[in-house]
């Protein structure tokens, strides 16, 4: 379903029609480009696929809802950075009315009885993708309307996507709950039927927002139910380093077949199980990031911890700088941003993406 074959992923990204997008994103069978696996493994940017598509002739002005997602991602990565672990929490204000920390089980069981947010749900158990709006809708119901705390359901949903990302995931998560946004979101059943193509009617979120508001948690969603999130990491050998050589670390967030090819080196996939404790994915993500490692010549796959690692005295280590790599030592390598001038804490994405426009003209001229 998600090709691993970098040639293919690099003619998906000159698939984009961004005009289309433009129009029709919001619907699930919408034109979104599905990208997102991609740049969440760091085989792509944000850069790449912004530089690809205006290359084509069009202004920014004129595919500006294309660059303004791709900016969202560019926008989370630099919260998640700013605040560090600080986003596992709620980030601005406690979420209100939170009367449990669990998932409901409608929800880990896709029977809501809303029929386009079990379909979206199946998806994502059938293929590690789920549609943006139905996303919101998941995180809407699980949060506002069933009244749990955004994280647990966050880590589930996290766990199944191919494009597990944690700062776009708890931050969306939160933007919805309302602990990172002025006002929590919420969708009822007429929004549903008009993105989603159905003509359900009577349902419990057949309402008007106000009368959704305060309504008690519905029937189909008081049960919830504790749930494991083990991941599965291959058995690996110690990896054969040349000591010539330098030696480069990719991991979960960076499989960049591009990454210095010029430069011989020892290429390392470090799979830490530390950080899969913290951060765990389903056996079909762990199983596409060692496809994805195959664009890379000659790469070692080690699951190891960064320090056992440098027990076997690696030479010069290379890494690309992202907040879960901070432990590693070595030579930092920058990723690509739309514009590496655009750094720090914005508490709001229309003031980052204020500063960014005028920078987007840059990679226009390129
Ligand atoms: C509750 C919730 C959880 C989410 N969890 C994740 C996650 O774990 N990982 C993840 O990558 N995205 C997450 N998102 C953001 C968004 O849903 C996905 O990035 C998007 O649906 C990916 O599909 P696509 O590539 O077809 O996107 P498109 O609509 O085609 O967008 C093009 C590109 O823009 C970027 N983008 C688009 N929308 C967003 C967004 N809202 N935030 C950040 N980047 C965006 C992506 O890189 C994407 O590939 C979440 C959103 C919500 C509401």
Known sequence: MFTTVYSEILDLIDSVDPIKYGQTRNYVDGAVTRLSPYVSRGVISTKQIAQCTLAKGYTTSQISSFLKELAWRDYFQQVWIAKGDAIDQD???????????????????????????????????????????????????????????????????????????????????????????????????????????????????????????????????TATEPFVLPTNLPITKPPIIDEALPTYIYNFYNLDPDWNTDIKANRVLLLEPSFFKKYPVCDRTIAFILELAKNINNIQVVVAEFDELLAIRPTSIHYKEHPTTQHYRGIQHQRDWLSPAIRGYFPSFFNYWKKLQGELLTLQAV
């Not at 669990?102 to 069981?109: D, E, G, R, V």
């Not at 996290?158 to 998560?173: E, G, K, Q, T």
């Open 91 to 221: 980030l601005k204000q406690a979420q209100e009315n939170v009367i449990h920390y669990n998932t409901p089980s409608a929800i880990l069981k896709a029977n809501t009885t809303i029929e386009a947010v079990d379909t979206g749900i199946r998806e994502l158990y059938d293929t590690g993708y789920m549609h943006n709006h139905c996303r919101l809708y998941v995180a809407s119901m699980a949060c506002n309307i069933a009244q749990s705390h955004w994280k647990n359901p966050a880590q589930w949903m996290y766990y199944h996507l191919l494009d597990a990302d944690w700062a776009s995931n708890a931050l969306s998560w939160q933007w919805v709950a309302g602990s990172n946004s002025t006002k929590k979101y919420v969708a009822n059943q007429e929004n549903i039927n008009r993105y989603c193509h159905t003509n359900q009617q009577k349902t419990f979120l057949d309402k008007s927002y106000e009368d959704l508001a305060d309504i008690a948690i519905p029937v189909e969603l």
